[in-house]
């Protein structure tokens, strides 16, 4: 990203002793980009919560727990140790000394990652884990609850948000450079699906912390964006 190169003095002027920016949204809404570039701006580390809930959505479907067995599935949470390491642009997630990167985007996992997350014990186990890899260091991480329950000190908490349509739309063109058979009707129907699921569960629901200021990213770029966040880290 083009903003990249910016980190010196920026990251000079941060908030506060805590390096730590989190940023929320709903599916397509842009955040995993625009953290990346941030994190890459400041010379910080990049963790997409997201990732993790995949990561459990996959172990849970490869041991065939069964979805209405929330202790088997929190134990099956537990029980794995989830491990971030940088491969140059990217991070990947390896679960018990596996890269399972691959794993993470596929259709099956998409569709049950909602319905996984909604578990206490689940969370409970991915949280703990999020909060060992942010006392490591400076860190911009992203997710539903980043800014609400995991980080709650973090200086800098930004909120990431767009019209279901244009979300919906993002999301296709994604798939079409990745190949894979969808339609914008059925993107739109999974989004809306996975927003319904995400914002009206009981476990640190989807919504703005109130300090973090909301962003519609639904006419800015993807720099437009990092920028703003860059600037909410000078003094
Ligand atoms: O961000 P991404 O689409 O990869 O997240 C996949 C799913 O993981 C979300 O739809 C949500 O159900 C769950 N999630 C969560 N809390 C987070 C991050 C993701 O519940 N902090």
């Excluded at 995991?150 to 190949?179: G, H, I, M, W």
């Excluded at 519609?216 to 003094?235: A, E, G, P, Y």
């Amino acid at each position: 990203c083009a903003v990249r190169f910016m980190n010196i003095s920026i990251c000079g002027t941060l908030i506060g002793m805590l390096k730590q920016i989190a940023i929320d949204g709903p599916v397509a809404s842009g955040k995993t980009t625009v953290g990346r570039c941030v994190s890459h701006a400041l010379s910080w580390r990049f963790l997409d919560t997201g990732l993790m809930y995949r990561a459990a959505t996959w172990l849970i479907l490869e041991k065939a727990v069964s979805l209405d067995q929330p202790k088997e599935m929190s134990a099956a949470t537990a029980q794995a140790n989830m491990e971030l390491i940088s491969c140059g642009e990217t991070d990947v997630l390896l679960v018990d000394g596996v890269n399972i990167m691959r794993e993470l985007r596929t259709l099956r996992v998409e569709e049950t990652v909602s319905h996984v997350s909604k578990v206490s014990g689940v969370r409970k186990a991915l949280i703990n884990q999020q909060r060992i890899i942010a006392r490591q260091g400076p860190i911009v991480m992203v997710g539903r609850d980043v800014g609400t329950v995991v980080l709650q000190n973090a200086p800098v908490k930004v909120y990431l948000e767009a019209p279901p349509d244009v979300r919906a739309f993002r999301r296709y063109t994604e798939r079409l450079s990745d190949k894979e058979n969808s339609t914008l009707e059925k993107v739109k129907l999974e989004i809306g699906n996975r927003d319904w699921i995400d914002s009206g569960r009981k476990e640190s629901p989807l919504y703005p912390a109130k300090d973090a200021i909301v962003i519609d990213t639904s006419s800015l770029t993807i720099n437009d964006v990092v920028r703003k966040i860059l600037d909410m880290t000078k003094l």
